[in-house]
T-cell receptor, first 110, second 117 residues
Framework: DQQVKQNSPSLSVQEGRISILNCDYT??????FLWYKKYPAEGPTFLIS?????DKNEDGRFTVFLNKSAKHLSLHIVPSQPGDSAVYFC?????????FGKGTRLHILP | DSGVTQTPKHLITATGQRVTLRCSPR?????VYWYQQSLDQGLQFLIQYYNGEERAKGNILERFSAQQFPDLHSELNLSSLELGDSALYFC????????????????FGPGTRLTVL
């Protein structure tokens, strides 16, 4: 039973446009949500996070939105750049245990 | 560089064999987590240790075991290896206190790629 779901295995976006990656979760006890970025042959790197008491967190080109009633979060990347091509993992945590989604592969097209 | 180190980077072995993967957490981190990533799969949580004690268990097979030593480095032991155990194995660590954003972030090592032939 997947507690964190990323329903889009891949996404292609034109360079300069907005990339929107989506994630759904089922456990209402999750109190912290994170996005990780992964390049091939490297470990995932932490990108941005949001506490369940907030609905938006912004860091430069990256913004994460949380809709608790819908149990949905999204990551917006504006503007998208070639270096953003990677796999993005959504994750949700309760205390120090984190559950990861299966990831969405983002392709930024020239 | 996340500060988490993993050795070896690559490991090729045969079915039925046993291997040990090693992880050193970031300085100050007390928790170590092990994950398995198979082809086209997400990060499957295997096991967590906190300050030497097992804290949480995920989808870890009985053929697999782990431990965390007094210096906080951790080892993941995989035995009676099967072809399906071929995967990337990641170690991550986290600090005992929450970050400024209100949660625990995990920092990942570069992974060990295990190939079972």
């Amino acid at each position: 039973d997947q507690q964190v779901k990323q329903n889009s295995p891949s996404l292609s976006v034109q360079e300069g446009r907005i990339s929107i990656l989506n994630c759904d979760y089922t456990n209402s006890m999750f109190d912290y949500f994170l996005w990780y970025k992964k390049y091939p042959a490297e470990g995932p790197t932490f990108l941005i996070s949001i506490s369940s008491i907030k609905d938006k967190n912004e860091d430069g080109r990256f913004t994460v939105f949380l809709n608790k009633s819908a149990k949905h979060l999204s990551l917006h990347i504006v503007p998208s750049q070639p270096g953003d091509s990677a796999v993005y993992f959504c994750a949700a945590s309760e205390d120090d245990k984190i559950i990861f989604g299966k990831g969405t592969r983002l392709h930024i097209l020239p | 560089d996340s500060g988490v180190t993993q050795t070896p980077k690559h490991l090729i072995t045969a079915t039925g064999q046993r291997v040990t993967l090693r992880c050193s957490p970031r300085s100050g981190d007390l928790s170590v987590y092990w994950y398995q990533q198979s082809l086209d799969q997400g990060l499957q949580f295997l096991i967590q240790y906190y300050n030497g004690e097992e804290r949480a268990k995920g989808n870890i097979l009985e053929r697999f075991s782990a431990q965390q030593f007094p210096d906080l480095h951790s080892e993941l032991n995989l035995s009676s290896l099967e072809l399906g155990d071929s995967a990337l194995y990641f170690c991550a660590s986290s600090h005992p206190t929450k970050g400024l954003a209100g949660g625990y972030e995990q920092f990942f090592g570069p992974g060990t790629r295990l190939t079972v032939l």
